[in-house]
């Protein structure tokens, strides 16, 4: 077999970044070469890239190299539109003077969803092109049949019923529809979560409609057979989706080091001091409650000040991590004293920092417990450390995430929301309450721990040699090298 040469373009995000540089590194242990693409400004950030032979980074300018802040939401699809049309100019010259140069032309494009322009300029050159799914498969389900039919049937049940019914969509698990669907499913009051969840809605339309061109497209997704057997299966006359997960750093899955330095994602796009590592190693097995609302979500004050009261209160340590504002999140709050009341409180008795190496917190012996807003990393993350979950989600896919984590994986539990509403807030009594049952000691903490136990052994055994997700990378790469022309 000719060596591979995979394009990987990353939407400039760390929630696709991550497990694009994890996929990046297994693609060049089977012996590819890869290219990994992401905006200027993104790259320009991500402070520790791998260096790793076969791994190449070459940047694209989105017109944006200073950076664009999402809260600009009258502005972003004006940023979506130019990020598409330069991405297009910029892959299609990159294929097309590798193919000039004639050493490594590309044979493969890979691209985190939602950027189906990728596609379309691959296929301008007769070059197989796949989407890496950074979501459950329950997700892809999901969306799939909405826009494959079911659009009626989940609106009138949203509608008419949509915290007392449960939606029943073949091969997944009962839903119900007022918590457990992506938040763009659902109005908002709130007009910037109306408006991002409808342009994020457009997107995905846009994508499956693009998907639709294909016979059964091959989707690369972030999740193993044993956590989703069913969903992996529930549109397969439709869809080849391809569990190749947990894409997490090798170190971190006692899969066998490759010399590689595999131990970190390398890709932060925020800055973090080590100090949290000694701090952890000071407290006692199991104790600490970690804290962290991922790369993109900012909690509102009144919020953190309830999230602070909780943590004080249920008298564990903790680790908190708090990221910086970014400028415009700033402005946007400039009424607001941004300090907590508590700050002094609180350092005193836990840890805050600014970001940290969340896959080397979630495997370290301190952990008690993850307070998460249920991204899919970080979900991924908690189960493949055998760390049980506090579900506190926010928007899109993170509610279906917490569903999954509570009813199905039963590895966590959820808070409980008075109102489903996005700026609704949770009340310290109720995150105590929550933390107790995880941090306790009856029979609900030992039955998640044994749960969590049970998924960090699957999901092991499942990117190990000859596992699930190595084998199904494998093929892939023989079935994609054999749609080639020959003279490749
Ligand atoms: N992360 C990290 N340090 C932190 C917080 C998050 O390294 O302090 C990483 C985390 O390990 C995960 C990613 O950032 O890989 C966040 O992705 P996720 O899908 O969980 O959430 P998003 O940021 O997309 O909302």
């Not at 990159?94 to 379309?120: D, K, M, R």
Request: hydrophobic share 35%; net charge negative.
């Amino acid at each position: 077999m000719h060596r591979h040469h995979v394009l990987l373009i990353t939407y400039p995000a760390q929630g696709h970044i991550n497990p694009s540089l994890q996929l990046a590194k297994r693609l060049i242990n089977l012996g590819a070469r890869v290219t990994v693409s992401t905006t200027v400004h993104m790259h320009r950030r991500m402070s520790d890239k791998p260096s790793i032979r076969g791994l190449s980074f070459v940047p694209f300018s989105d017109g944006f190299d200073d950076g664009f802040t999402l809260s600009d939401d009258s502005n972003y699809d004006h940023y979506m539109t130019e990020y598409e049309r330069r991405g297009t100019e910029f892959v299609t010259d990159l294929i097309n003077s590798a193919a000039e140069e004639g050493q490594h032309p590309f044979t493969c494009v890979v691209y985190t969803f939602l950027q189906n322009w990728v596609a379309e300029a691959a296929r301008a050159f007769h070059l197989p092109s796949v989407v890496l799914w950074p979501q459950p498969a329950v997700l892809l389900d999901i969306h799939y049949y909405y826009f494959h039919g079911y659009r009626d049937y989940i609106n009138e049940k949203i509608t008419k019923e949509p915290s007392s019914c449960s939606l029943e969509l073949p091969g997944l698990p009962r839903l119900q529809p007022s918590c457990d669907l992506p938040s763009f499913y659902l109005e908002s009051n709130n007009s910037i979560s109306k408006y991002r969840n409808s342009f994020i809605a457009s997107l995905i339309e846009k994508q499956f409609r693009h998907l639709d061109q294909e016979v059964k497209p091959r989707i690369l997704a972030n999740t193993f057979e044993a956590l989703e057997p069913d969903a992996l299966r529930a549109v397969d006359d439709k869809l080849d989706v391809i569990p190749i997960g947990p894409l997490i750093p090798s170190a971190f899955l006692d899969v066998e080091k490759d010399g590689d330095g595999d131990s970190s994602y390398g890709g932060n796009i925020f800055k973090h001091s080590n100090d949290y590592v000694e701090w952890l190693d000071s407290q006692a097995e199991r104790s600490v409650v970690y804290v962290s609302f991922g790369s993109f979500w900012v909690l509102a004050k009144k919020q953190m000040e309830e999230m602070a009261r909780a943590l004080l209160d249920s008298r564990h340590p903790f680790l908190w991590v708090i990221r910086k504002k970014e400028k415009k999140e700033k402005e946007k709050e400039e009424e607001e004293d941004e300090e907590l009341s508590c700050r002094e409180e609180l350092e005193a008795r836990g840890k805050i920092v600014e970001w940290c190496s969340q896959v080397e917190v979630l495997s370290h012996g301190s952990l008690g417990c993850f307070v998460t807003h249920c991204g899919w990393n970080s979900t991924m993350e908690s189960l493949a450390s055998g760390v049980p979950m506090v579900a506190f989600p926010q928007w899109v896919d993170q509610k279906t995430n917490a569903k999954l984590i509570e009813d199905v994986w039963k590895t966590g539990v959820r808070v409980d929301r008075e109102e489903e509403e996005e700026e609704g807030v949770v009340e310290a009594g109720e995150i105590k309450r929550c933390v107790e049952v995880v941090m306790g000691s009856g029979e609900k903490a030992k039955e998640l721990r044994e749960n969590a136990d049970k998924w960090k052994m699957l999901a092991r055994e499942a990117v190990k040699e000859g596992g699930s997700s190595e084998q199904n990378l494998r093929t892939f790469l023989h079935q994609v090298h054999d749609l080639l022309p020959q003279s490749r």
